[in-house]
């Protein structure tokens, strides 16, 4: 299993970014996806979710109407489209696989994980 996280990078605040993560080694459709980020120092958090059919998608409250998950089926991407972003969304953010069709907001309910992508926010 390989998840590769990419898009991430240097923008000011109130820019715009688009995280992408490729997939492969599973059945990417039979699984929900999730997005987490990391300071240092700091415990990996939540960020968004999707279901394995995209139908339903779980946000944390600090990224609600400003971020957008996604998810190609049939290109095993899950995509991460970050607008109005802040300082406080500097982070590594991490794309991971659930355990199961459900999505969740712990990292135990995910089982893999991919590298991590930096983003920087600059004010």
């Known amino acids: 299993v390989q998840l590769q996280a990419s898009g991430g990078g240097l923008v000011q605040a109130g820019g715009s970014l688009r995280l992408s993560c490729t997939t492969s080694?599973?059945?990417?459709?039979?699984?929900?996806m999730g997005w987490f980020r990391q300071t240092p120092g700091k415990e990996r958090n939540f960020v968004a979710s999707?279901?394995?059919?995209?139908?339903?998608?779980t946000y944390a409250d600090s990224v609600k109407g400003r971020f957008t998950i996604s998810r190609d089926n049939a290109e095993n991407t899950v995509y991460l489209q970050m607008n109005n972003l802040r300082p406080e969304d500097t982070a590594v953010y991490y794309c991971?696989?659930?355990?199961?069709?459900?999505?969740?907001?712990?990292?135990?309910?995910?089982?893999?994980w991919g590298q991590g992508t930096l983003v920087t926010v600059s004010s």
């Open positions: 999707i279901t394995w059919g995209g139908v339903s998608t």
């Open positions: 080694g599973f059945t990417f459709s039979n699984f929900a």
């Open positions: 991971a696989s659930a355990r199961s069709r459900r999505s969740g907001v712990r990292t135990y309910e995910y089982s893999h």
